[in-house]
């Protein structure tokens, strides 16, 4: 072969390897990184694809049972001063709410549902699955699968030794108050929060292990409260190791079947070690929402039978620490008020709102125009306090 054919022959390989997509990357987005893209969509995309999170995203199922807790229809509620259909009509449609229940005394008082979302379907329900997660390790307490609260994490999950998070307790860990630095804000896209997913898989360890590792702690354990999503994350690794289930499985076990929630539900897995993520990815329909909300209500009792470990119950639905507005506190996972109410709340309008004092749930789905602010916030609480005064109408004594 002359040197001249040899020249060209090698040229025109090298043009063609060049041409070609390279093997050690990757054809498109990894899961991780679409989980991420989900704080960036735009509106359109947000309602279209909450109600199909599980079907988008590697997910495991809570299967629902053959007996479903009743919710009989009650007297409709009435929102004093207000057309009570138009006002909630109102409301959804301003801030993209897809569907709203309100319960007393376990019946239904009010419901809607937005134009294209219907009963049997399912709505992502971001960190409402923070509180779901946080009840499961409630009852993974009273199992015995978990022995402590006061257990370190490192005891659980071996790959949190020699790392900020080695001597962390497990009530720490349910308070936010891992004094580990950590970044929430879901606008930002170099935030812990937008980055958490997006790594590569490091020898078959869940993306939150990995990302957490490697950060330094900022305040002293139990002093200060800082809001994280990897840590739920990582308190449901927790439950999965202590009990040997899916987050899913031992729903289906624990609440979703024996409880009688109406419908499956499904727990978006993480890419890397198949995990389900226990900070966001639990998608349910409204009404079985309501359940849970109900089933707390009851505290946590099923067939007469308390499921949830007292020590976990009586910190979970009270004030453990402060956060940043004065009349709010946080539990163990669970938002608190000042008048005994307590909520599981998500990104974009979720809510599961538990009032035991008038008998009440509120459950939320909906599509926010933002994460989060501080005027979306405030009107969802003034929804929640119209309602806590209809109800309260109906009980004042009538004048002569």
């Not at 054919?5 to 090298?14: D, H, W």
């Not at 207000?82 to 239904?108: C, E, F, S």
């Not at 289906?252 to 890397?272: L, N, S």
């Not at 000042?338 to 538990?354: C, L």
Request: glycine share 8%.
């Amino acid at each position: 072969m002359s040197l001249n054919r040899l020249v060209r022959l090698i040229a025109g390989t090298l043009c063609l390897a060049l041409s070609l997509p390279s093997l050690a990357e990757p054809a498109g987005p990894t899961i991780g990184q679409q989980r991420e893209g989900v704080l960036f969509w735009s509106q359109a995309q947000r309602e279209a694809r909450f109600p199909r999170m599980y079907d988008m995203f590697p997910s495991d199922r809570a299967a629902h049972g053959a007996h479903v807790h009743a919710l009989p229809q009650g007297q409709p509620l009435s929102v004093e001063g207000k057309d009570t259909p138009a006002w909630l009509a109102g409301y959804m449609k301003r801030y993209h709410i897809a569907g709203v229940m309100v319960l007393q005394d376990g019946q239904v008082r009010l419901q809607r549902y937005a134009d294209g979302f219907g009963p049997r379907q399912r709505w992502t329900s971001f960190s409402v699955a923070k509180s779901v997660t946080s009840t499961l390790l409630g009852i993974a307490l009273q199992q015995g699968h978990i022995r402590s609260m006061d257990d370190t994490l490192g005891t659980y999950i071996p790959e949190l030794r020699h790392t900020a998070y080695q001597d962390v307790t497990v009530q720490q860990l349910l308070t936010m108050t891992s004094g580990v630095r950590w970044n929430e804000d879901y606008a930002d896209a170099s935030s812990d929060v937008a980055q958490m997913y997006l790594g590569p898989c490091v020898d078959g360890r869940a993306h939150v292990l990995t990302y957490l590792a490697r950060l330094p702690r900022q305040w002293p354990a139990g002093t200060h409260w800082n809001y994280n999503t990897a840590e739920t994350d990582l308190l449901g690794i927790l439950v999965q190791r202590a009990t040997h289930r899916s987050l899913a499985a031992y729903l289906a076990q624990t609440i979703w079947q024996p409880y009688g929630m109406a419908d499956d539900a499904y727990w978006i897995k993480d890419e890397c070690d198949g995990s389900d993520t226990g900070g966001s990815g639990l998608s349910a329909t409204l009404a079985d929402y309501a359940r849970l909300g109900q089933f707390m209500l009851g505290r946590g009792r099923i067939d007469g039978k308390p499921v949830i470990a007292s020590a976990w119950l009586e910190g979970a639905v009270r004030r453990q620490t402060g956060v940043d507005e004065p009349d709010r506190g946080y539990g163990y996972l669970w938002w608190t008020d000042t008048d005994g109410s307590y909520a599981a709340i998500g990104i974009f309008g979720q809510m599961v709102y538990v009032d035991p004092a008038r008998k009440l749930v509120i459950a939320q789905v909906a599509a926010w125009p933002q994460a989060t602010s501080k005027a979306l916030v405030a009107a969802r609480r003034a929804f929640v306090a119209d309602i806590k005064r209809a109800v309260d109408a109906e009980r004042a004594p009538s004048l002569p």
